[in-house]
């Protein structure tokens, strides 16, 4: 699994307003901040907005803020919100790439390696990214 650099912006925007509860961050504050280009992040902040992750707020004082708490927010959700996915091999889910697929000896494994990672990454949430952060910066 490979995860893109829309997913680690995305969640670093996310971990970034998880650690301004209750205030409107600004984007230009964010991309400055995690060294994100503004332009992409705007990107990113409106398929996450779009995916209610987020509020937008207009005007001099806008900017964004989480749309629900960090502990409701979780890994897997974000990465797929984003575009990606705990995909090991396409043959698992898609049908008709390999014509070797029904009889796989190793299809099981490779299902249950995705269900695994997809289970951990669900199991993970913004909360837990934010509160690691501050027990390594002590």
């Known amino acids: ?11 670093r925007f996310l971990i970034e307003l998880a650690r301004h509860p209750g205030e409107v961050v600004s984007l230009k504050y964010i991309a400055e901040n995690q060294r994100i280009p503004r332009r992409y992040l705007e990107q990113i902040a409106s398929r996450l907005h779009s995916e209610k992750f987020v509020r937008s707020y207009r005007g001099p004082d806008g900017g964004y803020t989480l749309a629900l708490p960090p502990e409701e927010i ?8 984003l575009g990606d996915s705990p995909v090991i091999l396409d043959c698992i889910d898609a049908k008709g790439i390999c014509d ?18 997809a289970n951990h990454l669900r199991s993970i949430t913004l909360a837990d990214i ?9």
């Open 100 to 117: 070797f697929s029904s009889m796989c000896a190793a299809r099981k494994v490779w299902k249950e390696m995705r269900d695994c990672i």
């Open 1 to 11: 699994m490979r995860i893109s650099t829309r997913a680690r912006y995305g969640l």
């Open 130 to 138: 934010v509160n690691q952060g501050k027990d390594e910066d002590n």
């Open 74 to 81: 979780n890994l897997l959700d974000i990465l797929e919100a």
